[in-house]
């Protein structure tokens, strides 16, 4: 646990789910932290995100969580949490933030699970009336009204001195050429997006952009293992293949050096855009997987945001690959 300075409020926030959905309380928490005088923010995750909010600056002790309601409610109530703000809940996770005997504990008014909170917020997401960070600072804002809206980024803060390293290390690991910009495709088929360009696609958009000053990365995930094995098949060694054995953090730290990252609307977008590079991403066609509820948060002057029908046509990849070079040619320009 990092040392604090004297405090008045424990502000416990949670969000128990996937690496995306994690980073989109990320704004919510930096304003939580910057915003109120004298406080310590406690975060609830799963495993997945766990060591990586340990990382983060603005937070100051982390809780894991897990399926067990009574040592779940013993660990929270040990933190002596006088305030909870929940961006995601079920039923086990209210239990067992109901029994730890917090006074105060807000929550979207959403699912049954509701009544175990009392401060709830009506917000309708299913609406997609706003982005899904947006409707997360709303909570802390339900309490908090005066915090202001607007975040800095990068959210995630670089040390320079692990910047440097961890880039440096990779370069010399893969042989890149100092000189040349970096573009990352992650084709992320184990993920959870509804939309995404089929892999023979993404290699057609990498060979579309083929340049002597851009060194082509495709990185993969844990689950990504055929993916992997057409880019090897097919692009040999003329991209690099990076594996999946980098931390949420390293991993942050190493793309922030890339010009543009390439990929489906999952995990790794999310930490693209909480670097502040520039994104091309891939969302589903419905209302609900779409940019407007599940956009990353960097600047949106550095989000390229697409729609895709599982079914798309030639010609909606032709209007893609045309936006991708367009944008790649602005890049090389710079």
Known sequence: ?????????????????????????????????????????????????????????????????????????????KAKIDVSISAFIDT???????????????????????????????????RVEKREFEYNIDLLKYLYPNVKSYFSRPVINMDKK??????????????????????????????????????EDYVRLYRSIASKNIQIVFSFGPDDKKSLEYIKKYCGN???????????????????????????STGPMHLAGAVNITTFSFFGSSLFASAKRWGSINEPSKQNNFSINKDYLEEDYIKIEQEFKKLVSEIESE
């Open 1 to 77: 646990m990092k040392q604090t300075k004297s405090h008045s409020m424990n502000i416990l926030i949670t969000r128990h789910d996937k690496i995306g959905d994690f980073v989109l309380t990320l704004p919510m928490i930096k304003l939580a932290k910057n915003n109120i005088k004298n406080v310590r923010i406690i975060l609830l995750v799963s495993k997945v995100n766990f060591e990586f909010a340990k990382e983060l600056e603005f937070v100051d002790d982390v809780i894991l969580y897990e399926d067990d309601i009574l040592k779940l409610a013993k660990k929270i109530k």
């Open 92 to 126: 086990k996770l209210g239990l067992a933030l109901f029994l730890s005997g917090i006074k105060q504990r807000v929550a979207p008014a959403t699912k049954i699970a509701q009544i175990f909170f009392n401060k709830r917020l009506k917000q309708r997401r299913s």
């Open 162 to 199: 692990r910047q440097k390293l961890i880039f440096d290390e990779f370069k010399a690991r893969y042989k890149i050429d100092e000189n040349k910009q970096i573009i990352c495709f992650h084709p992320g088929f184990g993920g959870s997006s509804d939309g995404n360009l089929k892999i």
């Open 238 to 264: 003329s991209v690099v293949c990076l594996d999946s054995k980098y931390s949420l953090i390293d991993f942050c730290y190493l793309i922030s050096n890339f010009k543009i990252f390439v990929s489906t």
